[in-house]
């Protein structure tokens, strides 16, 4: 029984695997982005570019919990490379808050 009919290109295309991958970039990018202007120092006040990468982190979760229903019944292996690409690109976002104690 071939339960891998569609690759991981054809369900990469679709939104609710794009969208989470996508969110997780633009955190990404939003926490790289504030870093090279302001420097990596703490402020006492959370400013709009935290707020925004809480509110893309958190966004995200049920997106994930969506695709992970819909599509690893349908296609485990390919589901499971989705969702593991998914997982980098969260924890490529994660790591200058952490490290950077931002």
Request: glycine share 4%.
């Amino acid at each position: 029984m071939n339960r891998d009919p569609l690759t991981f290109s054809a369900i990469l295309k679709y939104p609710s695997a794009l969208l989470p991958v996508a969110m997780s970039l633009a955190a990404l990018a939003l926490v790289l982005g504030r870093i090279a202007i302001f420097d990596a120092a703490r402020e006492p006040d959370e400013g709009a570019a935290a707020h925004l990468w809480q509110m893309l982190m958190a966004g995200q979760l049920p997106l994930l919990l969506f695709f992970a229903i819909k599509w690893l019944p349908r296609t485990l292996r390919p589901a499971l490379f989705v969702i593991a690409l998914q997982a980098g690109a969260s924890l490529a976002s994660l790591a200058p808050v952490y490290f950077c104690h931002l």
